[in-house]
């Protein structure tokens, strides 16, 4: 498989708190790839693919840090609609089996 940036106008993917770079790709491929490495799993096992917005790379990331309010997403089998709390910031409210998964 020849793998080939989307883009040749990325910028400086992000960094994390503590100046490390996220892990970054070029591709979807490669993100997934990387995500289903299991020499990878203590990190990213599970992990959700996504281009950034912000430095144009594809990142890796829990499915519920990506989902917005009002999403279905599943984990684990299970599956939850994303809410807004008042209090608590995001909340996870458990739906029934005919839910089904929508891209986040
Ligand atoms: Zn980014």
């Known amino acids: 498989m020849k793998i080939t940036p989307e883009s ?9 708190s503590n100046g490390t770079f996220r892990a970054h790709f070029k591709t979807k491929e490669e993100a997934d790839l990387f995500a289903q490495d299991p020499a ?44 807004q709390d008042e209090y608590y910031g995001r909340a996870y409210r458990r739906v029934g089996l005919q839910a089904k998964l929508i891209n986040v």
């Open 8 to 16: 040749d106008n990325m910028g400086e993917p992000w960094r994390r």
């Open 40 to 83: 990878n799993w203590p990190t990213y096992k599970g992990d959700v693919s996504h281009k950034c917005p912000e430095c144009g790379w594809w990142h890796l990331s829990k499915i519920e840090w990506l989902a917005k309010p009002g999403d279905i997403i599943e984990i684990g089998g299970t599956y939850y609609r994303v809410e």
